[in-house]
Every structure is written in structure tokens, then in C-alpha cells.
């Protein structure tokens, strides 16, 4: 028991040693989780260690939490950056607000076609959600990804293997926990037209057992 106590307080005391350089990132090693601190995370460039960092080698665990606005309340997405507004307009887009140096993006969800449309200064995407053994896919800046079932109220984005968005369904809209960095240029609006979709969903499911409790005489 003593060892043990002895390496956790060792892990511990790295820790704190890393996290005085800067940022730290915890990997898997041979013998538990060990810490590496990151000088510069950019494309070609190493670790104080030696090691070659790329962004997609590193894991950014953040919260985006969308709220869609019940009752003629506006929506708003929360992130690292700040608390944004999100306000509707024609055609059914939403209007979804950034810091100043990115400006606002818009949203649409058509729950006819399942489709999801986000458009942001340089960035157009169509997420067309399809049923679960076809699979939901999408083009982003040269990348596939594809979009798990949102019928259980999860929320996952894969690259291949690699899961790169990660969240669930909530009252009021969706909370993101993690988003890689390269989809963070859309992460406010990605989370408001999940948030979006799950409150269709909701909607459609309430609709169907409506319909048969009246079929039954149960309402």
C-alpha cells in the first residue's frame, strides 16, 4: 500500500511540475497514465520530449451546452469562449453568435428531410441524417465523418475510428463534451442544430405515443 500511496503522490507532483511549463496532456504509457507538457501543438513541431505532436494527436476536452429557447425565449450556446445568443430568421434559419474576431453563423433543420445545414464565412455544410444501418456522413475540409444514432439521446462524430465529437441530449438541447480541434470552427453551430435535431426527435416520438394512446381510448 505504501508503494502505491508513494506513486500517486509522484504522478501527482509531475503533474503540478508539467502543468507549471504550460498545458499538459495525459497519455497512456507501459505503467499507467503519464504526463507530457505541450510547448507547441502546431503541424511539424515536437514536444519537449522529443516526440512529434500533431493536433489530432491531441484531445480537447471541452463543454458546448445549446439551449433552443422554450416560449419565445431566444437559444444560446455556451462554450470555453462565452455565453453567445442565438436568434431566429427567415426561412427558418437560426442566427447563432460568436466573439467578434469569428462573427455569427447560421443554422437550419428541416425535420422533413432530416437534414441539417450550417453555413458559416467560408463553410457550407449539409448533414442529410439517414437511418441507423445506412449511416449518417459528411464532408468537412477534406474529412468524413460519420454521425451515430441520435435516437438514445448520445451524441457521437467519428473520423474512422477516432471519435471526435462526444456529448447527450438534454432538457432544453444538447451538451457537447468534447470536440476535436478541427471542427471547433463550427462547434457553436454543430451544437445548436444537434440540438435541434434531439428536440425534433423528442417531438416526433411524443407525437407517435400521443397517437396511439388515442387509438387505445387512453386519452
Do not use: C
Amino acid at each position: 500500500m505504501g508503494v502505491r500511496v508513494h506513486k500517486v503522490f509522484d504522478w501527482l507532483e509531475r503533474i503540478r511540475a508539467a502543468n507549471r511549463s504550460g498545458p499538459i496532456v495525459l497519455v497512456p504509457g507501459g505503467h499507467g497514465l503519464g504526463t507530457r507538457p505541450i510547448e507547441d501543438s502546431s503541424p511539424g513541431r515536437r514536444a519537449s520530449d522529443g516526440r512529434h505532436i500533431t493536433l489530432r494527436g491531441v484531445r480537447f476536452a471541452v463543454v458546448v451546452v445549446a439551449k433552443i429557447g422554450l416560449l419565445g425565449e431566444k437559444g444560446k450556446v455556451r462554450t470555453p469562449a462565452g455565453i453567445f445568443g442565438v436568434h431566429p430568421g427567415d426561412d427558418n434559419w437560426y442566427s447563432v453568435e460568436g466573439p467578434v474576431t469569428e462573427g455569427a453563423g447560421r443554422v437550419r433543420y428541416d425535420d422533413e428531410r432530416n437534414l441539417l445545414e450550417i453555413q458559416r464565412p467560408g463553410i457550407s455544410l449539409s448533414i442529410h441524417f439517414r437511418p441507423e444501418l445506412e449511416h449518417t456522413t459528411f464532408e468537412l475540409n477534406g474529412h468524413l465523418y460519420e454521425v451515430g444514432t441520435m435516437d438514445f439521446g448520445d451524441i457521437t462524430i467519428k473520423e474512422g475510428n477516432l471519435r471526435v465529437v462526444r456529448g447527450h441530449g438534454t432538457i432544453s438541447g444538447v451538451r457537447i463534451l468534447e470536440v476535436a480541434p478541427e471542427l471547433e470552427s463550427v462547434e457553436r453551430e454543430l451544437a445548436f442544430g444537434l440540438a435541434l435535431r434531439s428536440a425534433a426527435l423528442d417531438k416526433d416520438l411524443w407525437d407517435e405515443d400521443h397517437s396511439m394512446l388515442t387509438r387505445f381510448g387512453l386519452r
